[in-house]
């Protein structure tokens, strides 16, 4: 089943304890992003790859940090996980990341993270 | 960047055609508007994506005049089952692969 995978899907942690979100695609894509959902503030994007070794940064980059070594791989790091970094976050995927192309995201599940 | 603006909430009726508007000024000469559909603690699952005019699928009309500055997406006939938070999405173009999401319209289908 083409899916996008991640772990854990829920985390509660302390502040300062470096934790990785570990998101896996099995459909080949090439584009991959992290995005968090906040209520009131939708969804917003922290890091995006169009490709293996290839990242740059969304909208909320600050305190994340993202490696792309496969291209099936894509981690979400926290190095010192603070409490405003309590979300809800979301791994996805593309065949293409522009914008002229008829495909869309798969998200994954989500990772209902916490730190106190 | 292309920002998008939707009405916050919607409320609906079992049965009833929904329109849900989109309003994306900026959009470039490149950009694809896409709809995704979200429920509640889940990701985002995508519902229809277009470029100008028209375009349906089974379970999604979204229409694009020809400014292109705003879409409206269509849902025939909805059930309770459809009550869910509905995006509006423009691509990135000039190669910075950005995604903005805006914050979404809240779709409540009452019965």
């Known amino acids: 089943e083409a899916q996008v995978t991640q772990n854990p899907r829920y985390l509660i942690t302390v502040t300062g304890k470096k934790l990785t979100v570990t998101c896996s695609q099995n459909m080949n894509h090439e584009y991959m992003s992290w995005y968090r959902q906040d209520p009131g503030l939708g969804l917003r994007q922290i890091y995006y790859?169009?490709?293996?070794?290839?990242?740059d940064k969304g909208d909320v980059p600050e305190g994340y940090k993202v490696s792309r070594k496969e291209k099936r791989n894509f981690p979400l790091i926290l190095e010192s996980p603070s409490p405003n970094q309590t979300s809800l976050y979301f791994c996805?995927?593309?065949?293409?990341?522009?914008?002229?192309?008829?495909?869309?995201?798969?998200f994954g599940s989500g990772t209902r993270l916490t730190v106190v | 960047l292309a920002k998008t603006t939707q009405p916050i909430s919607m409320d609906s009726y079992e049965g009833q055609e929904v329109n849900i508007t989109c309003s994306h000024n900026?959009?470039?000469?490149?950009?694809?508007i896409t709809w995704y559909q979200q429920f509640p603690s889940q990701g985002p699952r995508f519902i229809i994506q277009g470029y100008k005019t028209k375009v349906t699928n089974e379970v999604a009309s979204l229409f694009i005049p020809a400014d292109r500055k705003s879409s409206t997406l269509s849902l025939p006939r909805v059930s309770l089952s459809d009550t869910a938070v509905y995006y509006c999405l423009v691509g990135a173009t000039s190669g910075t692969y950005k995604y903005i999401f805006g914050t979404g319209t809240r779709l409540k289908v009452l019965a």
């Open positions: 900026n959009i470039a000469t490149n950009d694809y």
């Open positions: 996805a995927s593309s065949l293409s990341g522009t914008g002229g192309s008829y495909y869309g995201y798969t």
């Open positions: 790859s169009m490709n293996v070794e290839v990242t």
